[in-house]
């Protein structure tokens, strides 16, 4: 099995959360990392780490060219969130040019990260990775599905290696959604939520994550395959709330705001763009409130992989980083 010391290798999106994890990781581990930035000012920390800046830019097949040369695996973590145009160029466009360049500089593995919005929100019980992808108006979701679509037709053509892991929502130190702001709502008493909180809650730490996308540009068992990365068995937004709540001294007492929820949800898809994520809250309020695991059956069975990161210690290790942030006393 290839070690990735013996390979130079390209992170997109190392100046974001996930990408600045698995950069750090890496660089721990001795490999030789180099990185996408398209402003020098945000390259500063990992540079000083070790790794080489390239400036490039996913809409710019020349500069994908250029910046893959020479690298044996490339980890695409990059990812645009704004206007539903901008998302099409970056998310779906970008990772073909990526993809192609990939493919043309001889790059043997290709690890691109997805996320668990590529499922249909309807979904519910146990979902597994062959199960249908999102038809739904969510313009991230549908960016995403068309970003796999891409890598794999690019796959086809140029017979490019690749592996695709969809993670669900990942937590941990320098999260501002899954560990700031629901730290924030679970040190409130009480603690408002969308429901009871007895819905199934997808979160995985970056640890995990990092990991599994390190054991996926290695192992040969994850060449051209599709992996979920999320809890298996999911716990309750109960349980993540109150293990937040927990680190603040403090015991949650959940108060349900589903009907103010489900009319206000109700009222914004009747108003909102046709490709918005108006259109489907509904839907996801009702994904939020089901019972739904997305299985690691597959990883288990070909990879021999599994997250390794309790809820109770993920939410330990968040205890430094909320401390040093000032919101955890």
Known sequence: ????????VLITGATGFLGGALARRLLHDGVKVRFIARTPEKATALRDLGAQVVQADLTDPASLRAAVQGC???FHVAVDYTSYAKQLRVNVDGTRYLAQASAEAGVTRFVHV??????????????????????????YALSKVEGERALQDVSALYRLDYTIIRPGMIYGEGSLTWTDLLFNTARRTPTFWLNDGNGSAHLIH???????????????????????????PAPTWRAVLSA??????????????SALMRAAAGMAMLAAPPISMGRDLPDL???????????????????????????PDGIHRCAPYLRAKGLLR
């Open 206 to 232: 970056v640890d995990d994550v990092v990991d599994l996308m390190v054991t996926c540009a290695l192992h040969p068992a994850a060449v051209n395959q599709i992996f979920n990365c999320a809890p298996d």
């Open 1 to 8: 099995m290839m070690m990735l010391k013996d390979a130079q």
């Open 72 to 74: 044996g695996v490339v």
């Open 114 to 139: 997805s996320t668990l919005a590529v499922y249909n929100n309807l979904m519910r019980g146990d979902v597994y990775e062959d199960y249908p992808l999102a038809s739904s108006a969510y313009p």
């Open 285 to 311: 309020l009702d994904l939020i409130s089901s019972q739904t695991t997305y299985k690691m059956d597959k990883a288990r069975r070909l990879l021999g992989w599994s997250p390794r990161v309790t809820l």
């Open 244 to 257: 937040y709540a927990h680190l603040d001294g403090k015991q949650a007492q959940i108060m349900s705001l």
